[in-house]
């Protein structure tokens, strides 16, 4: 069982940014690719980035160059820094992480309770 707890959403400006915190906890062997997700009321829920233990990243089309994933293993924490922002990015952000309870034992997807990020003026 893991935990995801999110911080750092809000109300924000067009052009504007905001920076979301999500940390894993629980019971857990460790975490793999965590990533970020949104939905804007009426749409699916979309791939915003993922980020593997190595760091390696994939990004949305739609927030390429203007969002940028980081994670902190240590912390099992991943960032989501939002530059530029737009009032399309309107959506509730939430987080995921791939989590395994032995080792050995397959990775479970966890989400997180989602935080509304609102882009107007």
């Known amino acids: 069982q893991v935990q995801l707890v999110e911080s750092g959403g809000g109300l924000v400006q067009p052009g504007g940014s905001l920076r979301l915190s999500c940390a894993a906890s629980?019971?857990?062997?460790?975490?793999?690719?965590m990533g970020w997700y949104r939905q804007a009321p009426g749409k699916e829920r979309e791939l915003v980035a993922t980020?593997?233990?190595?760091?390696?990243?994939h990004y949305a089309d739609s927030v390429k160059g203007r969002f940028t994933i980081a994670r902190d293993n240590a912390k099992n924490t991943v960032y989501l820094q939002m530059d530029s922002l737009k009032p399309e990015d309107t959506a509730v952000y939430y987080c995921?992480?791939?989590?395994?309870?032995?080792?050995?034992?397959?990775?479970?997807?966890?989400w997180g309770h989602g935080t509304q990020v609102t882009v107007s003026s």
């Open positions: 995921n992480a791939d989590g395994r309870r032995r080792l050995g034992s397959s990775y479970i997807g966890y």
């Open positions: 629980g019971s857990f062997f460790s975490i793999g690719a």
């Open positions: 980020i593997t233990t190595g760091a390696n990243t």
